[in-house]
C-alpha cells in the first residue's frame, strides 16, 4: 500500500530537486504540507503533490500558449 504522507526527501526524489527548492516550495506554501511532532517534521500528502504537479503542467502550458502567440504576433 502507498503511503499518504511523502517525507520532504521523498518530494525531492520525486521531483529531482534539492532539499532546499523542496524546503522553499513548503515554506512558501507553494506545496502544501503539515508539520508533525515537536520537532516540526514536514509531510507532504501524496494527493497535494499530484496536485501540484497538475498546476506546474497548466501553468507550463499557459506559458507556452502564450509565448507562441508573442511569437506569431510579434
Known amino acids: 500500500m502507498a503511503s499518504r504522507f511523502l517525507t520532504l526527501a521523498d518530494v525531492t ?3 529531482n530537486i ?36 497538475q498546476r506546474m503542467y497548466e501553468q507550463t502550458r499557459a506559458r507556452n500558449a502564450a509565448e507562441a502567440t508573442a511569437e506569431t504576433a510579434g
Open 13 to 15: 526524489e520525486i521531483l
Open 18 to 53: 534539492s532539499a532546499p527548492q523542496a524546503y522553499a516550495l513548503v515554506r512558501s506554501g507553494e506545496l502544501p504540507a503539515i508539520q508533525i511532532g515537536g520537532r516540526g517534521v514536514w509531510r507532504v500528502e501524496a494527493t497535494e503533490l499530484e496536485s501540484y504537479i
